[in-house]
């Protein structure tokens, strides 16, 4: 297991607010998006979309559409499935079971936005009218939306799964009958997070071109996974792997929605194929509302037993999501349902004993994929609000209740098994009671109440496991891998190309990954080009997903770097007729520890091993390059907490957030700046999820927020002010101690939103648990009206 050891690291850039290299292209117009990449020749797609939620196909005619000047191709699900029957997903959760997604619809559509059939012309206009023209007949099949009518065996949503059953799973660790026995209280609530698009600013998108002379496939897409969609193409449709390249440009958001592979991306190549021309398709705004991964969408019941004084001695959780027609691959429904049961339960608490059960529910609705904190942000909705919940029944503080629940005793093993070795989730709860300065707030929160201005504090504090890796997810009881490789290679003129298996969707890490290199080879943070997205180039990856980037990027990057840094110093030695272990390098200098005298740049070195044979020492391969694998042997985990002061208006309803408050222990952080902006960005679309997104279906099953006029997404006009406070607890095993946090602030940020709303809602004597909270939810609330 060579390859779970981090070389030390000196730390000098690591740990400083650098800024990002890739803004100088970003900000100034000229990073290059998808939309943005043409090639000589190529073609347009557009994609016809069901308009039924449930229904069998009697029908399709494509002649007009084929007669429109222009169209040069149109294929339907049974053109495609000579070539593809279907894309499997299957997570080794236990109990989740195999559903298989056609490329298009072929016989049956099964939601409103499947894909049906696909024309291809000399324009995405011409497509589109060409789309209009296709007629299909639709037999009308019952719809079923609602997971709870479902999963109780309601109409059947996808006939391959009778039983509507996608998921169903249930353990139980520790004595928990005993447990709920003998509680002085019990506290239950079912909390209902609302289903959400991740809705990247920058829509999904892909651009194949088939060389027929050499038989190579181009995809340039818009995702998180370029390596795994490169994976897809040899599987799925029988390319030669070696023979397809899979890059992803700048990209303008994924957070998760794009950790998929999607049929479309599968069908841009056939087609490409099939005509001999470049074939691109950039989805639009109402089609990545309708057909781009959904997420969240979960009936969360849980119950605490608590002793008298607030101590919780079991925790029971039930969570049903809402997975619709198919598992989302690769991830499937499990991500969501399995991992807001089995994972997130405990949180920082010592409780000894849970038990869960996990369903999902298979409905006629865009099937749910990760959404950035995917499962995570239900379970810890649940945790922190019941934990609150709690806290009001035994009229003891948010703050007092965790303190008499959190762990903090290190390693701490939850009772499902899992250890966990560090954290600071003690101090954090002080932390955040210190920054917000409680006693105040109470006083000011009572003042404005006397002239009806009704203020609430939410907190929420988490632990989440981060750097995804085969370590993590085995030690969750998935047999499944994560893993990754870096290239490290320098030039003949000392500079260095950086190649890794993660992408970056805007999280910076062509900036972080730099630092890393920078600081374990020594040279200038400029030296250094990190070129990440591409899945040719000498690494491999796992994909940009589970707050992986910094810890399995980062570790590989060291590895790889410490390998090449041996061999400069091998040669710096011979040159300098000193021993290796006397060897320095930093800022770009060789120096030697025993003869000051003895200098040279780290530039000319490289020279050297490139073209001078008298530096080289005994057996050295000419070149300075190494591939290495990273992965981390345990789970690690990332820990902090939010704490939000809403106001909110009686009469109109609405929640405004006036400030948040977070603490983030992402052990050490390579770059404080992204780290914090990481944060702003995830508490954001917290609060959009908590108080405006919602995807809204209709009895019918049509979607009816497909444009950003009906499904609202959080602005700057409601992005508060921030304060942030790091506490560093280093990871023993990952490069230079760092700990992931990309999804942190989605994480947790919906539960403090939540507790902050029924702070306030105390006043009314009325609370509630669905999300989001929207104006109409917080008017009848206080009305004593539910809402639907
Ligand atoms: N970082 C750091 N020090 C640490 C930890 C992280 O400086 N101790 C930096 C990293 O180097 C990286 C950023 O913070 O630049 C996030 O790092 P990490 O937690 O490793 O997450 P990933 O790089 O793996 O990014 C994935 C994560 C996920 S899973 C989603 S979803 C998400 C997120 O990142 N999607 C995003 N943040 C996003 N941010 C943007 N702008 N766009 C997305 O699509
Ligand atoms: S939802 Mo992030 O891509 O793990």
Redesign the pocket.
């Known amino acids: 297991f060579r390859h779970h050891e981090s070389p030390p690291i000196t730390r000098k850039l690591i740990g400083q607010r650098v800024l990002r290299s890739e803004d100088v292209r970003l900000v100034t117009g000229r990073g290059h998006y998808l939309a943005d990449i043409s090639l000589p020749g190529q073609l347009h797609a557009a994609f016809v979309r069901s308009p039924a939620a449930h229904a069998r196909i009697a029908a399709i005619d494509l002649s007009e559409a084929v007669a429109v000047p222009g169209v040069h191709l149109v294929w339907t699900g049974h053109d495609v499935e000579e070539f593809c029957s279907g894309i499997e997903a299957q997570f080794t959760a236990e109990g989740c079971e195999l559903i298989t997604m056609p490329l298009m619809a072929r016989d049956v559509v099964r939601y409103v936005g499947e894909p049906i059939a696909v024309v291809i012309a000399d324009s995405r206009a011409i497509a589109e009218d060409a789309c209009d023209l296709v007629s299909i007949d639709f037999d009308d099949l019952e719809v079923v939306l609602d997971p709870r009518v479902s999963i109780e065996g309601g109409p059947v949503a996808n006939g391959e799964r009778p039983d509507n059953v996608g998921l169903r799973g249930r353990a139980s660790f520790g004595d928990v009958d005993a447990a709920f026995d003998t509680a002085e209280h019990v506290v239950s609530a079912l909390f209902h997070p609302g289903r959400v698009s991740a809705s990247?600013m920058e829509t999904r998108g892909c651009l194949a071109s088939f060389d027929w002379s050499t038989q190579k496939v181009k995809l340039w897409t818009s995702t998180?996974m370029p390596h795994y969609v490169k994976l897809c193409l040899g599987l799925y449709l029988g390319f030669s792997e070696a023979r397809c390249e899979v890059l992803s440009p700048d990209?303008g958001?994924?957070?998760?929605q794009?950790?998929h592979i999607y049929p479309e991306e599968l069908i841009m190549p056939l087609v490409s194929r099939e005509l001999g021309t470049p074939v691109k398709w950039v989805e639009d705004r109402r089609e990545n509302l309708l057909a781009g991964a959904h997420a969240h969408e979960q009936y969360v019941t849980i119950s605490y037993a608590l002793d008298a004084n607030g101590r919780i001695s079991a925790v029971r959780t039930h969570a049903l999501v809402d997975g619709g027609a198919y598992h989302a691959p690769p991830q499937t429904m499990a991500v969501e349902a399995w991992c807001t049961a089995a994972v997130t339960p405990t949180g920082v608490y010592d409780i000894p004993a849970a038990e869960y059960v996990y369903e999902g529910a298979v409905t006629n609705k865009c099937p749910v994929g990760?959404?950035?904190?995917v499962g995570y942000m239900a379970g810890t909705l649940a945790r922190e609000c019941l934990i609150d919940e709690a806290a009001r029944t035994l009229r003891l503080s948010p703050f007092e209740i965790r303190r008499r629940n959190v762990v903090r005793d290190f390693p701490w093993v939850n009772p499902q098994g899992i250890a966990y070795e560090e954290g600071s989730w003690a101090r954090c709860i002080d932390k955040l009671e210190e920054m917000v300065d409680y006693p105040a707030f109470l006083e000011r929160q009572a003042k404005a109440r006397d002239r009806g201005v009704y203020l609430g504090l939410g907190i929420s504090v988490f632990v989440e496991s981060?750097?995804e890796s085969t370590g993590m997810i085995q030690a969750h009881g998935m047999n499944e891998t994560y893993h990754d490789t870096a290239t490290v290679k320098m030039d003949p003129t000392g500079s260095v190309l950086v190649t890794t298996g993660?992408n970056s969707?805007?999280?910076?890490?062509e900036?972080?990954?730099a630092q890393i290199a920078s600081d374990v080879l020594g040279v200038p943070f400029e030296a250094i080009t990190v070129d990440a997205g591409t899945s040719t180039k000498g690494a491999y990856g796992s994909g940009?997903?589970?707050?992986?980037?910094?810890?399995i990027a980062?570790g590989c990057v060291n590895r790889a770097a410490a390998e090449v840094r041996e061999q400069l110093i091998a040669v710096a030695a011979q040159m300098l007729g000193v021993a290796k272990e006397d060897i320095e390098l930093s800022d770009g200098q060789v120096t030697s520890k025993s003869d000051p005298e003895a200098k040279m740049e780290i530039a000319d070195v490289a020279m050297a091993a490139h073209y001078d044979s008298n530096a080289w020492p005994d057996g050295f391969d000419t070149r300075l390059e190494a591939t290495r694998a990273w992965d981390t042997s345990r789970p690690m985990f990332s820990n902090g907490g939010h704490a939000m002061i809403v106001e909110l208006d009686p009469e109109t309803g609405i929640v405004d957030v006036e400030r948040v408050y977070s603490v983030e222990d992402?052990?050490?952080?390579?770059?404080?700046m992204?780290?914090e902006g990481?944060i702003r960005?995830?508490v954001v679309q917290g609060i959009g999820l908590s108080l405006l997104e919602q995807l809204v279906y209709d009895n019918a099953g049509n979607l009816t927020t497909t444009s950003f006029l009906d499904y609202q997404v959080p602005t700057m006009d409601v992005s508060p002010p921030f304060e942030i406070q790091h506490l560093e607890t280093p990871s023993a095993i990952s490069a230079a101690g760092?700990?992931?946090?990309?999804?942190s602030g989605l994480i947790a940020a919906p539960a403090a939103v939540l507790n902050a709303v029924n702070d306030a809602l105390a006043a009314f004597g009325a609370t509630l648990h669905d999300l989001p909270a929207t104006p109409e939810r917080v008017f009848n609330a206080i009305q004593g009206i539910s809402t639907p």
Do not use: D, H, W
């Open positions: 990247p998180q990209t958001g994924g957070f998760g794009k950790a990760a959404y950035r904190g981060s750097g993660i969707q805007g999280q910076g890490q900036t972080t990954i940009t997903v589970g707050s992986r980037g910094a810890v980062g992402c052990g050490v952080m390579i770059n404080p992204i780290v990481q960005g995830g760092i700990k992931g946090m990309g999804e």
